[in-house]
Structures are given as C-alpha cells and as structure tokens.
C-alpha cells in the first residue's frame, strides 16, 4: 500500500521511467528498426551541428547588420540575412582559394614521401637510442627489438594509411552531400532563428510566457558565446601555428597549422593532440626541430591562454578548469571525439538551465512569505 499521495507520484514515475527503460533495451536488440533509425540520426545529425555552429558564428554579424539605419530605417531582416550569407559564401571562396591549394600540395607531397617519413622516423629513433647521452643513463634497452618495433609500426602505419585513402573515396558521395545540405540548413536558421523563441514559448502555459522567455534568452547567449568564441580560438591557433612553423622551417607548416586549430576545439587536451603530427615530422629532422616545435607551441598557447580564451569564452562560461577536465575524460570514454567536443557547450547549457530553476525557486518561495 502506497501511504500518501506523494509517494505514490514517486512510486507511479519509478514504474514509468523503469518500463520506458525495458522497452527502449528491447527495441534496440532489433538491428532491422534501430539501423535505419542510427543511420538517419548520423546523416541528419551532421549538417544541423555544422550548421547551427556556424548560425552562431554568423549571428553577431546579422545582428550588426540589422542595426544598421539607412534615412532613419533600419536595414531589413531578409536583406540582413542574404548579405551575412553572402559575406559568408565569399570567405569560404577566399579561402578555398587562397588556402586549399597549399594544403593539397602539402598532402600530395606527404602521401607521396611516406615510405622516407618512416624510414627517417626508424632512424631517428635509433640515432637517438645510440645517442652518448641516453647510454649514460645504464638503461638496459635492446636497440635491435626497438628497431624492430618502430619498422612494425611504420609498416602499420602505411597500410592503414592505404586503407585510409581507399574508405576516403567512398566518402565522398556523402561530403558532397553535407556541403549542398549545410548551406541551405545555415540559410534558413539566419533567416527564421528569430521565430524559434515565440515557437517554444508557445509550447508552454502562458503564465509562464516570461519565465521562458528569459531561460531561452539566457541559453541563447551562452551558445553563442561560446560557439563562436571557439571559431575565434581555432582560427587564431591555426593560423598563429602555422606562422609559428613557417618561420622555424617546419614541414607542411600549414596543414600541421590547420591541424593544430582543428584539435584546438578540445579544450586543454586539444592543443597536446594537435602538436604531435608536428613533433613526428619534425623528428625526422632533429632534436632541435622538436624542441621549436615545442616552443612554437607553448608561446601560442601563452598568448591564448592570457588574452583570447579568458576574453572570448572563459568570461561567458566561468566553468573551473577542473570541471573540464572531468567532463572530457567522461565524454571521451563514453562518446569518443565527438562528446569531447559537445560536452562543454552542453554542460554549459544544462548549468544555466539548473540555475535559472533554482533562482525561479527562491523567488516564488520569497513571494510566497
């Protein structure tokens, strides 16, 4: 017997929540149905994150633009939007212009001297192992096993990298498709983003029209800031990187550049991933190589730890460092690269969520007394 209504609401949701739990365990033992029901998610999923990241990125300039006044009126929605695609449309050509050459020269060459790359990376190694230094230290190492080993690795790492090349042509029907589909999803979010608040409030009570209002206004913001406050970071580590790499005479400078702020989207954890390609490129070089590589990396993760993260998302987010690092490793074992990435905007999210219901709370408690 249940003994108030209080646990009796606690008793009925348990059930609930425990049924809804067996029947999603049962339906996804049904490879037929969950198959078509993933591989739909995946292909929608990309282009709405792509293109809802750059809606955000996009937005402080259509919102610039909307302000701006012509004879005392203020420019049109609709004229705002095509001009921010436009300008949007005329970097990614720039750029594609500009930047994809050198990168695809850069890839043709690495492909093309793989078999060198790892022999140099086999010698390194082993002038390394042999160096007068490392024998002071009496470490007890088989230079012939590690030989062994590193010719492993490297013949490893040809064979995927064939592979890699084989599974990149079958990707490409579907790249085409993500790059018409993000471009029509990215135009339609500018032009109809500012129908989506009335949308969700309307799905509510209207006493609580206000309240909604307010919470949604709030998450807003915290993705836009951080959204696009990540685009400033990535592209001021890559392109600082890259320059960083040009002038220490690093190999493929600026792929390892664009690399470097690709993996930057990883907070902490990235700007370590992005660094190692340089580190084995430039280990078929020297000591000495690496080392600026080091340093090249160190003096751009300087200049973004004082002056780009603290003023574009460290302000908007205010999430200690240590909280980042225990969202990752979680994300990352349980989502891969992907929750690494989401994890933080989401946590950032659900954080102001929490907050503003708590805040809520104490209002109606203290309007109530």
Known sequence: MIPNSKYKNIFFWTIELLALSLLILIVSRFDFLMKPISVFIS??????IVAGSLYYVLKPVLTLLKKI?????KMPHQLAVIITFVLFLAVIAGSLILLIPTLVAEITNLITALPEFAQNVQRFVTDSL?????????LSIDIDEVKSAVGKYSASFLTITAGTLGSAVSMVTSVTINVVTIPVVLFYMLSDGDRLLPAIQKLFPVRFADNVKELTLKMDKTIERYISGQALEMLFVGMTMAVGYLIIGEPYAWLLGVIAGITNIVPYIGPWIGVIPALIVASTQSWKQMLLVMIVMMVVQQLDGNFIYPNVIGKSLQ????????LLMVAGNLWGIFGMILIVPMYAVART???????????TKESLE
Not at 319 to 326: D, G, Q, R, S
């Open 319 to 326: 999430i200690h460092p240590l909280t980042i690092m225990i």
């Open 69 to 73: 006044t012509v004879k005392g009126h």
């Open 43 to 48: 292909t929608v999923f990309v282009p709405l």
């Open 130 to 138: 042999q160096s007068k230094w490392l024998s002071n230290l009496n």
């Open 353 to 363: 969520v929490v907050k503003f219901a708590i805040e809520m709370r104490q209002l």
